[in-house]
T-cell receptor, first 115, second 115 residues
Framework: KAGVTQTPRYLIKTRGQQVTLSCSPI?????VSWYQQTPGQGLQFLFE???????NKGNFPGRFSGRQFSNSRSEMNVSTLELGDSALYLC??????????????FGQGTRLTVV | AQKVTQAQTEISVVEKEDVTLDCVYE???????LFWYKQPPSGELVFLIR??????QNEISGRYSWNFQKSTSSFNFTITASQVVDSAVYFC????????????FGKGTMLLVSP
């Protein structure tokens, strides 16, 4: 059974650019959550999608957005990149209950570096 | 507001030693869920345990054990007879609702087990 796949694994972007990260959940999973991990702020929840609808949202500026497709794959977009957006972005998938259910599986993340 | 404190930033032990990772939490909710995750160098978060606020029984799973004490708002994690493969960053987390993905994470404890 394939795990959660995040692409790309590494990315380098310039300030002011925009970036799109992709997350393919485990087959049959309908919930996808995104987290940002930085040395300073630690792990912070971005948003969660379930059946193509945003079910929950963290406290991030509007430059961070996401969507989920009918096949449950999810993308997150960051516009007008800032140096502080450099982070490991983690995606988690679960059947229905989200990360709080204890049934979620995480991908290996996308390491974004903004220069 | 919820808060999770992992006071130990880094712990170094020699293989076969027992080690305890501390977690102290703050919440005003009467119902909440506590978690432990392991993050190996590959990056993904690996779920270890979820415990709800009404279940204060200690739990043991192989070499892992957890001590939940509501009186001191602590949820400590002990690895018995540590192994090199236990080297990772360990995170304690908290959520008010099992259906949420908005986990509040501690800053993590890096455990280094040397042979």
């Amino acid at each position: 059974k394939a795990g959660v796949t995040q692409t790309p694994r590494y990315l380098i972007k310039t300030r002011g650019q925009q970036v799109t990260l992709s997350c393919s959940p485990i087959s049959g999973h309908r919930s996808v959550s995104w987290y940002q991990q930085t040395p300073g702020q630690g792990l912070q929840f971005l948003f969660e999608y379930f059946s193509e609808t945003q079910r929950n949202k963290g406290n991030f500026p509007g430059r961070f957005s996401g969507r989920q497709f009918s096949n449950s794959r999810s993308e997150m977009n960051v516009s007008t990149l800032e140096l502080g957006d450099s982070a490991l972005y983690l995606c988690a998938s679960s059947q229905t209950g989200g990360v709080g259910s204890g049934e979620a599986f995480f991908g290996q993340g996308t390491r974004l570096t903004v220069v | 507001a919820q808060k999770v404190t992992q006071a130990q930033t880094e712990i170094s032990v020699v293989e076969k030693e027992d080690v305890t990772l501390d977690c102290v939490y703050e919440t005003r909710d009467t119902t909440y869920y506590l978690f432990w995750y392991k993050q190996p160098p590959s990056g993904e978060l690996v779920f270890l345990i979820r415990r709800n606020s009404f279940d204060e029984q200690n739990e043991i799973s192989g070499r892992y054990s957890w001590n939940f004490q509501k009186s001191t708002s602590s949820f400590n994690f002990t690895i018995t007879a540590s192994q090199v493969v236990d080297s990772a960053v360990y995170f304690c987390a908290l959520t008010r609702n099992s259906g949420y993905s908005t986990l509040t994470f501690g800053k993590g404890t890096m455990l280094l087990v040397s042979p």
